[in-house]
């Protein structure tokens, strides 16, 4: 999770968000470049004599005005694409969960493990542990293997909701009457947060998603519980 007054990104747990985290430093980078340029000109403008009020055009400079700025949009164009077909990828999963939004709770379904259903509610204040993460923890966790890719099936039963978990790059909208299916391989084992990312009514805060990501062969073991 995030520590507090955290300015950048979660550090990435897959290997989307490994991409999604390089592009945005990328990008990141070119706007950085572009504001300090624009700043300059302007300080300068503003600080010195350098202006010339003969010059009425200068095609040369317009047309390098002109074509710069479109070849730094294809540069961050390009890449944005790419990472962007690379998370519609289904890429073959071992498994598949499926997670139903409700106002204002998660509903889980490992359809594989003999339709094993629980709902994810999040803790109250009065039965955190020392050490919980306030408005975060949930009773049930969803528990979800590493190294092995996985499809989320993402569905809700009465409003928008966004099932989301930032360190693996995952954000997906649950829509009433409609299955959306994204998928991820994490590579760490650990707990992971997440939060509902659609305006979806008065406890839209307080539908926190935690997924528990468990090696392979623990997970293979069978539907473990935790708390
Ligand atoms: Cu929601």
């Given at each position: 999770?995030?520590?507090?007054?955290?300015?950048?990104?979660?550090?990435?747990?897959?290997?989307i968000?490994?991409?999604?985290?390089a592009?945005?430093?990328?990008?990141?980078?070119?706007?950085?470049?572009?504001?300090?340029l624009?700043?300059?000109?302007?300080?300068?403008?503003?600080?010195?004599?350098?202006?010339?009020?003969?010059?009425?055009?200068?095609?040369?400079?317009?047309?390098?005005?002109?074509?710069?700025?479109?070849?730094?949009?294809?540069?961050?164009?390009?890449p944005?694409?790419?990472?962007?077909?690379?998370?519609?990828?289904?890429?073959?999963?071992?498994?598949?969960?499926?997670?139903?939004?409700?106002?204002?709770?998660?509903?889980?379904?490992?359809?594989?493990?003999?339709?094993?259903?629980?709902n994810?509610?999040?803790?109250?204040?009065?039965?955190?542990?020392?050490?919980?993460?306030?408005?975060?923890?949930?009773?049930?966790?969803?528990?979800?293997?590493?190294?092995?890719?996985?499809?989320?099936?993402?569905?809700?039963?009465?409003?928008?909701?966004?099932?989301?978990?930032?360190?693996?790059?995952?954000?997906?909208?649950?829509?009433?009457?409609?299955?959306?299916?994204?998928?991820?391989?994490?590579?760490?084992?650990?707990?992971?947060?997440?939060?509902?990312?659609?305006?979806?009514?008065?406890?839209?805060?307080?539908?926190?998603?935690?997924?528990?990501?468990?090696?392979?062969?623990?997970?293979?073991?069978?539907?473990?519980?935790?708390?």
């Amino acid at each position: 999770m995030a520590h507090p007054v955290q300015l950048g990104l979660q550090d990435a747990t897959s290997p989307i968000m490994e991409e999604l985290i390089a592009f945005h430093d990328h990008t990141f980078m070119i706007v950085s470049l572009i504001s300090f340029l624009v700043l300059y000109v302007l300080s300068s403008v503003l600080t010195t004599k350098l202006i010339s009020t003969n010059i009425t055009d200068a095609q040369e400079m317009e047309t390098i005005w002109t074509i710069l700025p479109a070849i730094i949009l294809v540069l961050i164009a390009l890449p944005s694409l790419r990472i962007l077909y690379l998370t519609d990828e289904i890429n073959n999963p071992s498994f598949t969960i499926k997670s139903i939004g409700h106002q204002w709770y998660w509903t889980y379904e490992y359809t594989d493990y003999g339709g094993l259903i629980f709902n994810s509610y999040m803790l109250p204040s009065l039965f955190l542990n020392p050490g919980d993460l306030r408005l975060l923890e949930v009773d049930n966790r969803v528990v979800l293997p590493i190294e092995a890719p996985v499809r989320m099936m993402i569905t809700s039963q009465d409003v928008l909701h966004s099932w989301t978990i930032p360190t693996l790059g995952l954000k997906t909208d649950a829509i009433p009457g409609r299955l959306n299916q994204t998928t991820f391989t994490a590579m760490r084992p650990g707990v992971y947060y997440g939060q509902c990312s659609e305006i979806c009514g008065a406890n839209h805060s307080f539908m926190p998603i935690v997924a528990e990501l468990i090696p392979l062969k623990i997970f293979e073991m069978g539907p473990v519980f935790t708390l």
